[in-house]
């Protein structure tokens, strides 16, 4: 696998569901992100890691969870979930943005997620 | 708080024709950075090119280019030659110079025809 990978590619959940995004990036970055992407809309940072630290929460509502175990790796807890969270869920990720003025971000394929 | 406004929603455009889609944006940072990201259908979102604000040369990427007003705080993409493949949504994006932040604009949608 190279670049960002993410799990599932669709979910479909109700409300009282508990589930899980995944993200994995194999570039040897350090810093990850959730994006959400709602139709017709810019797409909203939720969550920056760096170094496996949460740098950056963007008042994100609590049944959003994210967790970052490694530099590879980054999850999106989802539980209670509203109809309107229904979206497509982008992870990204780069080089250590303290490094450098600029570090380009690589964006996974995203999860689209279906909030019934 | 910067602001990235991209007022095209829609566009079309025959193959091998041109086509600008228009991006305006607002900051109070002289130095920083714009992209224009595509996702096409299969939704992997990947960079088409980007320019320093500090360079006055407009930036060129084979069939993609840029031009960047900074007085006017606009950022078009031109697409020369238009190919099938480019059917896509473009989103223009912000990142002040020092911070890892991207902000986006809400995105075009291009269709390119035959």
């Known amino acids: 696998e190279t670049g960002v990978t993410q799990t599932p590619r669709h979910l479909v959940m109700g409300m009282t569901n508990k589930k899980s995004l995944k993200c994995e990036q194999h570039?040897?970055?350090?810093?990850m992100y959730w994006y959400k992407q709602s139709a017709k809309k810019p797409l909203e940072l939720m969550f920056v890691?760096?170094?496996?630290?949460?740098?950056e929460n963007n008042s994100v509502p609590s049944r959003f969870s994210p967790e970052c175990p490694n530099s590879s790796h980054l999850f999106l807890h989802l539980h209670t979930l509203q109809p309107e969270d229904s979206a497509l869920y982008l992870c990204?990720?780069?080089?250590?943005?303290?490094?450098?003025?600029?570090?380009?971000?690589?964006f996974g394929p995203g999860t689209r997620l279906t909030v019934l | 708080a910067q602001t990235v406004t991209q007022s095209q929603p829609e566009m079309s455009v025959q193959e091998a024709e041109t086509v600008t889609l228009s991006c305006t944006y607002d900051?109070?940072?002289?130095?920083?950075?714009l992209f224009w990201y595509k996702q096409p259908p299969s939704r992997q979102m990947i960079l088409v090119i980007r320019?320093?604000?500090?360079?006055?040369q407009n930036a060129t990427e084979n069939r993609f280019s840029v031009n960047f007003q900074k007085a006017a705080k606009s950022f078009s993409l031109k697409i020369s030659d238009s190919q099938l493949g480019d059917t896509a949504m473009y989103f223009c994006?912000?990142?002040?110079?020092?911070?890892?932040?991207?902000?986006f604009g809400t995105g075009t949608r291009l269709q390119v025809t035959l």
């Open positions: 990204a990720s780069s080089q250590d943005p303290g490094e450098s003025s600029y570090n380009e971000q690589f």
């Open positions: 570039l040897g970055h350090n810093a």
């Open positions: 890691y760096n170094f496996k630290e949460q740098t």
């Open positions: 900051t109070s940072e002289n130095n920083y950075y």
């Open positions: 320019q320093e604000a500090y360079k006055q």
């Open positions: 994006a912000f990142m002040g110079g020092t911070a890892s932040k991207l902000t």
